[in-house]
């Protein structure tokens, strides 16, 4: 009960960072720590808190030098090893979360190099609501190859590796 709880709450929270990501390419700094804890939370119920640490360690680990090396911002560096904990420290599902995430961004990847052939910079109407101003800034950042909004796949790669799972137990 309390997994399929912290398992929804960690959903609305991704979907958050994912929407966050996709306006203003960063995830808030609460967003992992919150995540963090629920992770906690999780393998204390399940008593398997020290492998989640261990794995959620090595992925921070592996990350860290990506950022390093500047493939990957450090938002969904922490976005990413916050949700490993989330995920229950099992060989099956943390390849799962990873191939699903890998899967996403590919996803992302191609569609983003798609619209990057059609999206020019915008021009024209500056005014409009909400929806309009989000579209000219992302016709705006696809026309200059911007990175890609990466919590968008953590958060699809986690939420399809947390649903099946919530459904087994």
């Known amino acids: ?6 398992s929804s709450g960690a959903a609305l929270l991704l979907v958050y ?3 966050h ?6 995830v808030p700094n609460w967003l992992p720590l919150v995540l963090l804890v629920f ?16 794995v959620a360690a090595a992925a921070f680990s592996v990350l860290f030098i990506v950022w390093l090396l500047g493939a990957m911002g450090g938002g969904d560096v922490k ?14 599902p943390e390849l799962a ?14 569609v983003y190099l798609a619209l990057g052939f059609v ?10 609501g909400l929806v309009w101003r989000l579209l000219r ?23 399809a590796t947390l649903l099946p799972l919530s459904f087994q137990r």
Request: hydrophobic share 60%; with cysteine.
């Open 1 to 6: 009960m309390l997994t399929a709880v912290l």
């Open 17 to 19: 960072a994912a929407l």
């Open 21 to 26: 990501d996709l306006a203003a390419r960063t």
């Open 39 to 54: 992770g906690l939370c999780a393998r204390v119920a399940d008593h398997n808190l020290f492998s989640g640490l261990a």
């Open 79 to 92: 976005l990413w090893a916050a949700t490993v904990l989330l995920i229950p420290p099992l060989l099956q």
């Open 97 to 110: 979360f990873f191939l699903h995430v890998f899967i996403f961004g590919g996803i992302l990847a191609v």
């Open 119 to 128: 999206v020019h910079k915008p021009r024209g109407r500056k005014a409009g």
């Open 137 to 159: 800034a992302e016709a705006w950042r696809i026309s200059r190859r911007a990175p890609l909004p990466y919590a968008c796949a953590i958060a699809g790669g986690a939420i």
